[in-house]
């Protein structure tokens, strides 16, 4: 029986993108959280609680974007300069993330509010610009001839701002929600208070996209059973469930602060997220290019999707042990003498 490679790797780039949505969002939103912080001091907590796992966080962006362009060469050609300018914005927002993260620590009192602002408006610029990046993926990409044939604005639209302004709202909710689990005293308390406003906005921007991507494209209402104003129940009942796990999640999140636990409340926003990431794979699957080229059209060769295979193999279980090593190795609550620098 032979594998069905182009699945397989469908598959592994579809979890390596969840993870660092999940991983990265997290200490992104915190980035997001930075200027909301009362004094340096809880900035430096909340810079604490992600330094052991910040750049770990980011290797699932770069296997994913990295199998793209490996396993499904094609869709990499027509995504890419589709997305050429958010993507960069993203990148550079990153590198800027990153140099601040190191910098910050040694800065003084105008070198350090300078890193300061730069990890926060990095954070900021970074999640905002996958925001866009997402966007422009779900609205469709303009494909000739199995190439790009659109212009280098089209991602930039009211929908894609929509989305990218939700993603910046759960990156938030998942940002506080970690601190709810990894800070103490009053900054913890503050957590608590920034995770109610994220839940919030969160809640009402992911239900302002849906009814924006269901009413915007026919293809993705279509697929949900809800297309040209009226409801399949028959088709649209079984995919019920995923809005139901989103509700779910948020459920959990007011029950989790409002009992005042620890880790509920990030239980409950990745359960949120993975709403709204099987949402997507409802909206789009199996189009790797939506709605033009599915996974199977864009797959390389089987020899060299089986040798890449033979390679992450490998490669994978190591990554993953060594993240959930690294997890468990700085588990528990982050203190302000902590020295994760």
Not at 140 to 153: H, I, L, M, R, T
Not at 187 to 211: E, K, M, N, Q, Y
């Amino acid at each position: 029986m032979s594998l069905d490679l182009p699945l397989i790797w469908a598959g592994l780039i579809a979890t390596a993108v969840l993870l660092y949505v999940l991983l990265d969002g997290f200490d992104l939103g915190v980035g997001i959280l930075f200027p909301l912080a009362r004094s340096p001091a809880d900035r430096d907590v909340m810079m604490n609680s992600i330094a052991p796992v910040w750049d770990g966080n980011e290797t699932w962006l770069v296997l994913g974007g990295g199998g793209l362009f490996a396993a499904f060469p094609l869709a990499y050609a027509v995504i890419m300069p589709a997305l050429y300018l958010p993507v960069y914005m993203m990148l550079g927002a990153l590198i800027l993330r990153g140099v601040a993260f190191e910098f910050r620590l040694h800065g003084r009192r105008r070198g350090k509010a300078f890193w300061t602002g730069a990890f926060a408006f990095g954070s900021l610029a970074a999640t905002f610009s996958q925001g866009l990046i997402l966007g422009g993926f779900i609205q469709g990409v303009k494909v000739e001839n199995n190439a790009f044939a659109g212009g280098a604005f089209d991602w930039l639209t009211p929908y894609t701002l929509l989305v990218a302004c939700g993603l910046v709202a759960g990156y938030a909710l998942l940002g506080a929600t970690w601190l709810v689990l990894k800070s103490q005293d009053e900054l913890h308390g503050d957590a608590r208070r920034w995770a109610w406003i994220a839940a919030f906005l969160t809640a009402v921007l992911l239900g302002l996209v849906s009814i924006a991507t269901l009413v915007s494209h026919p293809q993705v209402a279509e697929r949900w059973g809800v297309a040209a104003g009226a409801v399949d129940w028959g088709y649209f009942a079984p995919r019920a469930v995923i809005p139901l796990l989103g509700a779910a999640g948020l459920g959990v999140i007011a029950y989790g602060l409002a009992k005042r636990s620890h880790p509920l409340p990030f239980v409950g926003a990745a359960l949120v997220f993975l709403s709204g990431y099987f949402g997507l794979a409802v909206g789009f699957a199996p189009f790797v290019v939506p709605y033009a080229l599915t996974f199977r059209d864009a797959a390389s060769a089987d020899n060299a999707l089986g040798l890449m295979l033979a390679g992450v193999a490998i490669l994978l279980p190591v990554i993953l042990g060594y993240t959930v090593w690294v997890y468990w190795l700085f588990r528990g609550k982050v203190t302000p003498d902590a020295g994760y620098h």
